[in-house]
């Protein structure tokens, strides 16, 4: 009996060490790539189209490396075989979105 009283006694004494921050990142979509495509950058506003940029994220056990795509304001990706396709594709769902 003395070993519970001093059980509920630790539970008590329960604080919080440190907080967990919010993933602000939420995964809008994770398609596989196909083999010879490509991420594209398309930034509506100046209508620049690029390749997007990778980092190395996270290592799994079995010694593998994931890419992160470093995300920029106000772009959207698509993958595609090349530049030119990328942008059909984008006018394409532009114009759907559209009623086009």
Do not use: W
């Not at 509920?8 to 010879?36: C, F, T, W, Y």
């Not at 950058?41 to 690029?50: A, F, R």
């Amino acid at each position: 009996m003395k070993t519970d009283k001093i059980l509920l006694e630790e539970q008590d004494k329960m604080e919080v060490v440190a907080e967990v921050p919010d993933k602000s990142e939420k995964i809008i979509d994770s398609n596989r790539r196909h083999k010879g495509h490509k991420l594209f950058e398309i930034n509506p506003i100046t209508g620049k189209c690029n390749e997007a940029q990778y980092e190395t994220a996270t290592v799994n056990l079995n010694g593998g490396t994931r890419l992160k795509v470093i995300r920029k304001q106000d772009c959207v990706y698509i993958l595609s075989l090349n530049k030119k396709n990328a942008l059909i594709k984008f006018f394409k769902e532009v114009g759907k979105q559209m009623g086009l």
